[in-house]
């Protein structure tokens, strides 16, 4: 998902798109000029936005195989952007054939990708909906079919929330999608930190962002994405440098100099 708010929900290729800035990123093809120009304006500012988005992608495979071994069946993932190598279903039916997997996105292109993708995987679907309209989310027929909200789910929103402004109010739109969450439930979360780039280095990626439609690009501190997980209890390490989540690490207090992706995976109790 991009944070894009498409009413027309059309294929754009002269705006750039999140998602397809992304897949760039991942070394994919399926992005236009456009969003090679915008992510490679990023690059110029931040050239280490390509480890932390690489390191986004594993964490996404770590964080899922890690549900998967606990117990997890059922997974939601928001803000699921352009389908790549080591998709959560492919994770997750790795670790667990009989896993059921709803993507949630609003990028037409996603949807497009995605549905060819899956369309001979009964046990996945793919949503057309709006992060910042949680009930439109958890009330969508296709996330009412797969996901049985009486058991426990694996909700993850990497790399998304740094899209939603302070007066969307992102802690509470992740509290009410948290809400149904039964104990035993995790919630994997990724987002954007500043580090110590200078003001002028935050514009250039905040520019690029900008022209996208998803609007500005909101880093956050890690007390603000600590919050995030208020109802979990924090795994491992807790919230630190996506590259450097495992379940299985101690706590320990995360290099924040570096710009990147802060991440941490919670367990609902």
Do not use: C
């Amino acid at each position: 998902m991009s944070g894009e708010h498409h009413p027309e929900w059309v294929i754009d290729p002269e705006t750039p798109s999140v998602a397809r800035m992304h897949d760039y990123y991942l070394g994919g093809k399926d992005n236009f000029a456009a969003d090679r120009k915008a992510a490679d304006q990023v690059v110029a500012a931040m050239p280490n936005v390509l480890e932390f988005t690489r390191a986004n992608r594993r964490l996404l495979s770590r964080a899922v195989t890690m549900m998967a071994n606990r117990g997890v069946r059922q997974f939601i993932d928001i803000g699921s952007g352009l389908p790549t190598r080591e998709n959560v279903h492919e994770v997750a039916q790795r670790a667990a054939p009989d896993a059921r997997v709803v993507y949630v996105d609003n990028d037409p292109i996603v949807l497009v990708h995605a549905r060819a993708l899956l369309a001979d995987n009964p046990l996945t679907a793919v949503v057309q909906a709006d992060l910042r309209e949680p009930e439109s989310i958890l009330e969508h027929p296709e996330v009412r079919a797969r996901i049985d909200f009486a058991r426990p789910v694996g909700l993850l929103l990497l790399a998304i929330l740094h899209f939603v402004p302070d007066d969307d109010r992102p802690a509470e739109i992740v509290a009410k999608l948290r809400g149904p969450l039964v104990p035993g439930s995790f919630l994997a979360i990724s987002h954007g930190h500043r580090g110590e780039v200078g003001r002028g280095v935050e514009n250039q990626v905040r520019s690029a962002y900008g022209r996208t439609g998803a609007g500005d690009i909101i880093p956050r501190g890690i007390d603000e994405v600590t919050k995030l997980f208020e109802g979990t209890e924090l795994i491992g390490p807790g919230v630190v440098q996506v590259a450097d989540w495992r379940a299985d690490a101690e706590p320990f207090e995360p290099d924040m100099s570096r710009p990147g992706f802060l991440a941490g995976v919670g367990e609902v109790v």
